[in-house]
């Protein structure tokens, strides 16, 4: 079991860098809108973590995904108006 939990979080771990850094500042988000990506992930991955006793990744990893591709999508528009 903790073989797998910890397979888990490293994958858990992946994500974050690429999406979080890699994603997020390609887009160039403010650091506002990066915390609200991070603390939403770290909530829906404590929450998941305490209901199903694992990091379960098919839960955890559709949410933040679309978020992050939201919040991406207002900066865009917010850098076209300014331009």
């Not at 992930?41 to 992050?68: E, H, N």
Request: hydrophobic share 55%; proline share 2%.
């Amino acid at each position: 079991m903790e073989r797998i939990l910890l397979t888990q979080f490293v994958a858990l771990s992946l994500y974050t860098l690429f999406v979080g850094f890699c994603f997020c500042d390609g887009f160039n988000l403010r650091i506002g809108r990066k915390l609200v990506w991070f603390i939403f992930f770290l909530v829906i991955s404590a929450y998941v973590l305490r209901v199903t006793s694992q990091f379960a990744l098919s839960l955890i990893l559709p949410f933040p995904t679309l978020l992050a591709m939201v919040l991406c999508k207002l900066e865009q528009r917010e850098h076209r108006k300014t331009a």
